[in-house]
């Protein structure tokens, strides 16, 4: 059975699939996905930044607005252009997967991987159903007025509006509004999915490799159960004379312990991390601004909310990810003092030494190598983004 098919494995494969980046597609499937994709996305910026940012520039309201979308239409172009251009890389991480599989020896180390690839899954799961509920809000928030406005009694028209700012100059606005509200959405909704599996796929790979630690750690305190006696513990010869269970024990750990691919994780990612967070700052300022404009009605600040929401959410994840990968590359120390240690040969010690040395620089994902992602991190970043907000709110 195709280790891909099982249940915590379904996710990323839907998700990879959607965005073309799923390995084992046809080429012909991934050039149509991504030339579907990036044609949604050029549907709805035209008319969203360029006509809009020209019609409303006096505008300090709609240009916030505007500001926010373009934001997050450059987070779309970063991570996507980096999971097209990393498409490779992204291979070989999904091949490594499937080799890691090969080399777990018992049930309780499947059972180790399959806990934090669980873990992922739920993870995945709960990251994707906040930002589609936020998503639901954002793309509803023009529909909501005009259903309320029909069982109302006034007789004053509301103006036709849409998610975002736009202006339709090739066709009648308020003629075909529907079918530009829908064609908007649509547009939207791609967007956001894309960023979205983009996600998936990061946290997924940080899971497994997480996994692998455990493993890894799993096997270190639980060395073969062999007695040897003292005085042949102490032999410098020993392993030459006898067959070092031990030290070959040490090895195979080794060895696992450089399979886990975190540099490659880190190759892969990086340089849309840097992107994605250098926009979080700004982003989140804006719409803080926004949910504290005199002008918004509820409507306006529950759907800003929601957008601000989302912010943090995605941000959050990806330090919280990156603090977890870092967590469980230091776990293999602890492991190390926990083993017994002292009832082995005096060269598999030195192994272990040599593992414990690599083991005391635990493994970090950066923001294009600028940044150090953690929790840590991610409190930095609110508050740099909360200066940016009082800064933006004296200039109103």
Not at 20 to 30: I, N
Not at 214 to 235: M, S, T
Not at 253 to 269: G, K, M, P, S, V
């Amino acid at each position: 059975m195709d280790i891909y098919e099982r249940s915590y494995y379904k996710i990323v494969k839907s998700f990879a699939s959607f965005i073309g980046q799923w390995p084992y597609q046809s080429r012909l499937q991934r050039l149509v996905l991504e030339f579907l994709l990036w044609n949604l996305f050029i549907i709805q910026i035209i008319p969203q930044v360029v006509v809009s940012l020209v019609d409303h520039f006096k505008d300090l309201d709609v240009v916030l607005e505007l500001l926010s979308a373009f934001i997050m239409d450059l987070a779309y172009i970063a991570k996507y252009s980096n999971a097209i251009i990393k498409a490779k890389l992204i291979k070989r991480i999904f091949e490594k997967i499937k080799e890691d599989w090969k080399i777990l020896r018992s049930d309780q180390e499947k059972l180790i991987l399959e806990y934090h690839l669980k873990m992922g899954q739920y993870l995945s799961i709960g990251y994707t159903g906040f930002a589609n509920l936020a998503l639901l809000v954002f793309i509803l928030d023009p529909i909501f007025p005009i259903i309320i406005d029909k069982f109302s009694e006034s007789n004053d028209s509301l103006p036709r509006r849409f998610a975002v700012p736009m202006e339709f100059v090739v066709c009648d606005q308020q003629k075909y509004y529907w079918s530009l509200l829908s064609l908007s959405n649509f547009c939207i909704i791609s967007i956001i999915m894309v960023i979205i599996c983009c996600d998936v796929l990061f946290i997924s790979f940080v899971q497994h490799v997480c996994g692998i630690f455990a493993v890894v750690g799993f096997r270190i305190e639980h060395a073969p159960n062999v007695i040897i006696p003292h005085e042949i513990l102490k032999d410098s010869n020993f392993g030459s004379n006898y067959q070092d269970v031990h030290y070959r024990h040490i090895v195979t750990c080794i060895r696992d312990h450089r399979r886990a691919f975190a540099e490659l994780i880190e190759t892969t990612f990086t340089e849309s991390f840097g992107i994605v967070v250098g926009l979080n700052l700004p982003i989140m300022s804006i719409t803080a601004v926004q949910i504290m404009a005199e002008t918004n009605s509820i409507q306006d600040t529950v759907k800003n909310i929601m957008f601000t929401g989302a912010q943090l959410v995605h941000l959050f994840f990806d330090c919280y990810m990156s603090q977890r990968l870092t967590d469980m590359s230091s776990h293999i120390h602890d492991c190390i003092t926990r083993a017994k240690w002292y009832e082995i040969s005096a060269r598999s010690r030195k192994l272990l030494i040599l593992m414990t040395l690599r083991s005391q620089v635990p493994c970090k994902l950066t923001a294009a190598k600028v940044m150090d992602l953690s929790i840590e991190s991610f409190g930095v970043c609110v508050k740099t983004a909360g200066s940016y907000f009082t800064m933006l709110m004296s200039m109103r």
